[in-house]
Nanobody, 115 residues
Framework: QVHLVESGGGLVQAGGSLRLSCTPSKRIFSLAAMAWHRQAPGKQRELVARITSGGTTNYADSVKGRFTISPDIAKNTVYLQMNSLKPEDTAVYYC?????????WGQGTQVTVSS
């Protein structure tokens, strides 16, 4: 079992920035991939950003150019830097880690963007 600790959510005005952090209980250099998903009220969970062990990234069209996913091997943490936030980015954000041993999820962190 791998536990994921998320942090960095909060309330921010439109146009502002937040950085989400996800720290797994297992070393990230053994990850196959790490992703951030989000779920807004009344909507399905959607992929926001993903990074593979090879460093390949992909983003939802709605966040391209505004969000960046990046690992810090020394801190065993993966970050989601979110800039130019919009009210439609309001959601619970979930960290998802894919290891050879399985697929694991964090508990979620709330991001609220006010207009």
């Amino acid at each position: 079992q791998v536990h994921l600790v998320e942090s960095g959510g909060g309330l921010v005005q439109a146009g502002g920035s937040l950085r989400l952090s996800c720290t797994p209980s297992k070393r990230i250099f053994s990850l196959a991939a790490m992703a951030w998903h989000r779920q807004a009220p009344g909507k399905q969970r959607e992929l926001v950003a993903r990074i593979t062990s090879g460093g390949t990234t992909n983003y939802a069209d709605s966040v391209k150019g505004r969000f960046t996913i990046s690992p810090d091997i020394a801190k065993n943490t993966v970050y989601l830097q979110m800039n130019s936030l919009k009210p439609e980015d309001t959601a619970v954000y979930y960290c998802n880690a894919l290891y050879l041993s399985g697929d694991f999820w964090g508990q979620g962190t709330q991001v609220t963007v006010s207009s």
